[in-house]
């Protein structure tokens, strides 16, 4: 297991572990063990990374990191499940929401760049009250 960096999550933060096989194994049958329904595969047939709410951390397989895409998808996904648990939204552990709001977020932080963009033309052209 390494650390590989910590992110601020609402005012929480959350450490990122990369985790290689068999200590990754060795999570899954303990979690299995404890039937914790938060460890959820980040796509079907698969478990790439999981978010522990109580230790906050989120946890990668490090076979996930020879791709980066798949990288960041799963890395996405698990913060999606920090960031709705640490802002109390009951979809924290809706696998489907969570999948979908992994993959919206990166769009809507391009279409409010955009909207900042017009803004600051708006207010450059005399439009708009700063
Ligand atoms: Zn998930």
């Keep these: 297991m390494r650390k ?3 992110v601020d999550i609402v005012g929480t933060p959350y450490t990122i572990y990369l985790y290689e096989e068999g200590e990754f194994k060795a999570l899954q049958d303990d979690a299995k063990e404890r039937d914790e329904r938060y460890l959820q595969p980040a796509k079907e047939g ?3 990374g999981y ?3 109580m230790s906050k951390e989120i946890r990668i397989y490090n076979d996930s990191f020879t791709d980066i895409k798949y990288f960041e998808m799963t890395l996405r996904h698990e913060i999606s499940h920090a ?5 109390g939204n009951s979809n924290y552990d809706n696998e489907e929401f969570v999948d979908k ?3 919206w977020v990166p769009q809507i932080a391009y279409i409010f ?3 900042e963009a017009c ?3 708006k207010k450059a ?3 708009v009250d700063a």
């Design 4 to 6: 590989i960096g910590k």
């Design 46 to 48: 698969s478990l790439d």
């Design 51 to 53: 978010c522990d709410y």
């Design 83 to 87: 960031f709705l648990y640490e802002i």
């Design 101 to 103: 709001l992994s993959k």
């Design 113 to 115: 760049q955009r909207a």
């Design 119 to 121: 803004l600051k033309i």
């Design 125 to 127: 052209l005399g439009d």
